[in-house]
């Protein structure tokens, strides 16, 4: 399975990108198994999202910058509001990156 690896780029993933960092300065980990584990979260995040995210959520929200290159499309909403079936966030500024999943077939 090919896999993007904007995931990394997440909370989590930078959280996880500095830990890996951190053990491999420290020679607990190798260099070797920090890519491993690298490429193993980006599967796992591809697979979760795709398999195990069945809630939807309806964007609202004024466009600031857009963006197409590479076959992957980035939007700036500014104001956003984010509403589901349970409940409604607002915020000011969010950054959307949307890439074809039939690239990762390939």
Same mark, same amino acid.
């Given at each position: 399975?090919?896999?993007?690896?904007?995931?990394?780029?997440?909370?989590?993933?930078?959280?996880?990108t500095?830990?890996?960092?951190?053990?491999?300065?420290?020679?607990?980990?190798?260099?070797e198994?920090? *890519?491993?584990?690298?490429? /193993?979260?980006d599967?796992?995040m !591809?697979?979760?999202?795709?398999?195990? #995210? @069945?809630?939807?959520?309806?964007?609202k929200?004024?466009?600031h910058?857009?963006?197409?290159?590479?076959?992957?499309?980035?939007? *700036?909403?500014?104001?956003? /509001?984010f509403?589901?079936?349970? !409940?409604?966030?607002?915020?000011?500024? #969010? @950054?959307?990156?949307?890439?074809?999943s039939?690239?990762?077939?390939?």
């Open positions: 399975m090919a896999t993007f690896e904007l995931y990394r780029r997440s909370t989590i993933g930078m959280c996880l500095e830990t890996l960092d951190e053990m491999v300065s420290s020679g607990t980990l190798s260099p198994l920090a *890519i491993q584990v690298l490429v /193993q979260f599967k796992s !591809t697979d979760a999202l795709e398999n195990q #995210v @069945k809630s939807k959520v309806n964007i929200g004024h466009l910058t857009y963006r197409f290159c590479d076959n992957v499309w980035t939007f *700036i909403l500014t104001d956003a /509001q509403k589901n079936d349970e !409940t409604t966030e607002q915020v000011g500024k #969010v @950054k959307i990156v949307a890439c074809d039939k690239l990762l077939s390939q």
